[in-house]
């Protein structure tokens, strides 16, 4: 449904996208992951027919970015990551304008806007004025925007950023939702812990490459061999720090004095997990608790970020 080949990006002489290539099939929903300035927007707006490719390109429900970019826009509903809301509009209005903009009859426009504001649980804001509304609305109106048209595929760059959790997790049952639909979603974003329950697949993107690419269960069983152990220990903990600190396969270790709490990564298999606390009940290290964390799409990012996972 979405497809990048050797899409390339510089801007004078900084090349901010150097080479991405990115397959996305219809009902995924795909999570863009990235720090600030690692090409998240540019590879977007590319999608979105608002930037022109420097080297390579890119397709959307099959349709060239480059040479078909009208059936692009129809295809896409496309959020920014800093939108405006025009003054002196109301709700239906600012949502009646995209509709016309995208070719809508007048005879639909009115039941087409009240099914969004539906979805977007706004039709109590229909008569209000966009900017009245707090930004946790706004968002939802630039969602609901993005779907006057019914389009097969959503962009959505940072969809929510700045919102409070509240928000965040309606932001996250609404995309569920939308998914449920049919609908193919490429979301981004530098918050990874938002994204890790609702994609299907992951992109991990940093200084312009994407470092990492699959569906998300790969991704996290490529990074399987890197272990997170919780440790809590009882007394000793100067001997159990330098025994973890010692194992060959100890790639980092932090002590939280305040909670009596190890927390230590190590790229092994199981059989090293059980020999390192076989180690320090040999050498009357008095261990409390010992517990292997899921990785978190956090600790999949800094591990790939510091070239332990590729
Ligand atoms: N119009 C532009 N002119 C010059 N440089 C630009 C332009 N747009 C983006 N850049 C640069 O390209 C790089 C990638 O920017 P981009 O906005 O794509 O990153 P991003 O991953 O979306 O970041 P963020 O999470 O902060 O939105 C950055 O270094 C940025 O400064």
């Known amino acids: 449904m979405i497809e990048l080949i050797d899409f390339g990006k510089d801007y004078g002489a900084f090349t901010a996208v150097e080479c991405l290539n990115l397959k996305i099939e219809a009902g995924e929903m795909f999570g863009f992951i990235g720090p600030n300035g690692a090409g998240k927007s540019t590879s977007i707006r590319y999608l979105a027919t608002l930037l022109k490719a420097t080297r390579g390109g ?71 004025f966009v900017n009245g509304l707090s930004r946790g609305m706004k968002q939802r109106l630039c969602l609901a925007k993005t779907l006057v048209h019914d389009p097969p595929v959503l962009i959505l760059d940072e969809p929510a950023s700045g919102l409070d959790p509240r928000a965040r997790l309606e932001v996250k049952a609404l995309l569920k939702e939308l998914r449920k639909m049919g609908k ?45 152990l919780q440790i809590k220990l009882v007394d000793n903990f100067d001997v159990g720090l330098s025994i973890i600190r010692s194992e060959p396969s100890c790639i980092d270790v932090d002590f939280e004095a305040s909670r009596n709490l190890i927390t230590c990564e190590l790229q092994t298999d199981d059989d090293g997990v059980a020999s390192l606390l076989e180690k320090l009940l040999a050498n009357r290290v008095r261990v409390r608790s010992y517990a292997e964390k899921d990785p978190t799409l956090e600790d999949v990012f800094m591990m790939v970020t510091k070239g332990l996972v590729t």
């Open 184 to 228: 193919t979603i490429l979301i981004s974003s530098h918050i990874l812990t938002e994204l890790a329950d609702c994609c299907t697949s992951v992109g991990i993107i940093e200084r312009g490459q994407l470092l990492m690419h699959g569906p998300i269960d790969e991704v996290y069983r490529r990074i399987r061999k890197n272990r997170i």
């Open 58 to 128: 890119g397709t959307v429900n099959g349709y060239s970015v480059a040479k078909d970019p009208m059936n692009v826009r129809h295809s896409v509903g496309y959020m920014p990551d800093n939108f405006g809301v025009y003054d002196g509009m109301k709700v239906w209005e600012f949502l009646d304008f995209f509709a016309v903009a995208y070719g809508i009859p007048r005879s639909r426009r009115k039941a087409v806007i009240t099914d969004v504001l539906e979805l977007l649980d706004l039709t109590y804001k229909r008569n209000d």
